[in-house]
């Protein structure tokens, strides 16, 4: 399924994305909104609540999921989703965390949102009597609790990027992040495809435009067939010189400092590239990534692994080697 208009809205099969927090009480490395080099950063929510009213005008999305860096560090996150309620964007509210922050979350969270999904890290998690009081919330107030442990991360951009465009165009084509998973980005009143064209700019050009790759959202009346145009462009975002998209080496979950994050990521594009992925994608756009744990059980053997072997990140040329939204 894909975009279409519908009493004039641009109706999307998926959903969209507001970032509240960009920064994060964790440091993935690799993490691909790059919240480890963020530092204390909020959304406003009168800002956030003018972008959600404006862009409902437009767009009528299945959910709006609302995350970070880590969502919970917002100290106004209630107001923020009822706001996202209010609009009438989507009819369904997930929060992404990695849950760490969720036993101090009360009452008025959980009686705001629909679902929450925890991302679930190495050595990163709740312990058995945190995560029963989690669920007995979640369960009180009819909250989807949608829980997954990633083992694995796979380069999310290259600070040396390429100047190879073709590659750039197998890498943007088989964007799961912008195509699948359709994580489209509310941000400062613009609309983008994907959250990396909205952090990685910040990062590698601060001092350029941020909004090269996003469209202004307003109310003319044309911009519902020009957000539509915007979404089935089939040319490369400028942001994907630099990102992997899905198709990064995957490595071990590893936790860096800020000082170091970016050292990772100190190679070109050609270097990163998982060429194996690269050539499945092409032939099946979904395909499994590979970060993610099947098992509960198979996570503790992960787990067992992990401790037994102490896993380093490999170097790009090692055989392998990034974050979800
Ligand atoms: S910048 Fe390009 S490759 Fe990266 S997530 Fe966005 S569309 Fe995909």
Known sequence: MTYHIANGKVVSPE?????????CNLGCASCSHLSPVFRRSFIDPDTAARDLHLLARSFAAKFVKVLGGEPLLHPRL??????????????????????????????DFYAAVDEIEISVYPDRELDDEKMARVRAYADEHGVLLNISHY????????????????????????????????CHTLYEGHFFKCPQSVFLPQVLDGAKPLWTDGL?????????????????????????????????????????????????QKHSTEE?????????????????????????????????????????VPAPHAPRARKRS
């Open 216 to 264: 202004r959202v307003t109310d003319e009346p044309d911009f519902p067939e020009r957000l539509l145009a915007y979404l089935q462009d089939t040319e490369p975002l400028a942001a994907c010189r630099n990102c992997m998209g899905s198709v990064g080496r995957r490595m071990p979950h590893q936790q860096r400092t800020r000082r170091d994050f970016r050292d990772l």
């Open 15 to 23: 959903g969209c994305e507001l970032n509240v927090a960009h920064h």
């Open 272 to 312: 990163l590239t998982d060429h194996r992925f690269l050539t499945l994608l092409e032939e099946r756009p979904d395909a499994d990534d590979g970060c993610a744990v099947e098992s509960a059980d198979a996570w503790q053997e992960r787990l067992r692994d992990r401790a037994a072997a102490a896993v380093p």
């Open 78 to 107: 209630v107001p923020i989703l009822h706001q996202v309620r209010a609009s009438g964007l989507a009819p369904h509210i997930t929060v992404c965390t990695n849950g760490i922050l969720l036993p101090r979350m009360r009452e």
């Open 151 to 182: 083992s694995h991360f796979r380069y999310s951009y290259a600070e040396h990027g390429t100047d190879d465009a073709a590659l750039v165009r197998r890498i943007f084509a088989t964007c799961q992040i912008a195509h699948v998973w359709r």
